[in-house]
């Protein structure tokens, strides 16, 4: 936790060790100028021992709860900010098309599919200027939209997935294409026919390297299978809202999704 309430944990840490040494000060000054106040004061703790030892576990409860919800909140905040790290990796921004309607519901597919989508021409000048700009490390041109996912030996079905189509010459600078113990894959090492799976969508259809995993895009189901399994990352398809998703080429994806150009 950085702020409590807007106000800096720093500053609040100043202002309340300040108030402390403040009262020790005047405890330290009666104790010095008026003694036998101070003592008749201390006189009370082994007399009333039942009053003394019930106030010492009030605050002690009380800071413990004050403490522990800190504690819990710090915990959920940095939980969720993580997952959303770990989702988008090295996508920092993404870029998409909006028609003008005002229907929420088409903004807040936004994170799929684009309500409208990009020509594929001017999609690749828009991320030949993003790359020239500095500290940008890469920008892909992409294709992404949902799919009901099936794994017949299985017998599991997933009705909806993530797909992600990328260009595998856009990849330099995303390095985000990993497997479960760490190592980098190329979006150019797929062969015909073959997909990467994310981890969500392995789990979810019980799918592991070499099993088969039929996707149903527009009305038509396509074999795919699965070459490796994923970490969940924005491009191998996971969302905020469906971590289950898969990745291929950017032409294969847009062969199934019959969006050429």
């Known amino acids: 936790m950085n702020e409590f309430f807007g106000i800096s944990m720093t500053a609040i840490m100043t202002v309340m060790a300040v108030l402390l040494g403040v009262a020790l000060a005047s405890v330290a ?5 008026h003694r036998l106040l101070f003592f008749m004061g201390l ?9 003394t030892v019930l106030i010492v576990l009030g605050l002690m409860l009380s800071t413990l709860i004050i403490t522990s919800a800190f504690a819990m909140g710090d915990t959920f905040h940095y939980s969720v900010s993580r997952a959303s790290y770990d989702n988008l990796h090295s996508v920092d921004e993404t870029v998409q098309a909006f028609t003008e309607s005002d229907d929420p519901f088409a903004i807040g597919l936004s994170s799929i599919i684009s309500p409208r989508p990009i020509p594929e021409d001017e999609a690749r ?4 200027e993003i ?15 949902p799919v009901p996912a099936t794994h017949q030996e299985a ?3 997933e009705p909806y997935t993530v797909l992600v189509g990328v260009g595998p010459e856009q990849m330099a ?6 497997t ?3 190592r980098l894959l190329e979006i150019a090492d797929l062969g015909p026919g073959e997909i990467y799976a994310n981890e969500s969508a392995a789990d979810a259809l019980e799918l592991r390297a070499g099993k088969t ?6 009305g038509e189901p396509h074999r795919l299978v699965v070459r490796e399994v994923v970490k969940d990352r924005r491009l191998t398809g996971a969302s905020d809202f469906v971590p289950e998703g898969f990745v291929l080429s950017l032409a294969e994806a847009q062969r199934l999704f019959v969006r050429a150009g």
């Open 213 to 218: 995993v039929t996707l149903t895009v527009r």
């Open 43 to 51: 006189r009370n703790i082994p007399r009333r021992r039942s009053q």
């Open 131 to 145: 790359r020239r700009l500095p500290g940008v490390d890469g920008a892909a041109p992409i294709i992404r939209g």
């Open 173 to 178: 600078g995303f390095p985000d294409i990993e």
């Open 155 to 157: 017998g599991l079905s």
């Open 180 to 182: 479960l113990d760490g």
């Open 29 to 33: 000054a009666i104790a010095l100028r």
């Open 125 to 128: 000048a828009l991320t030949g």
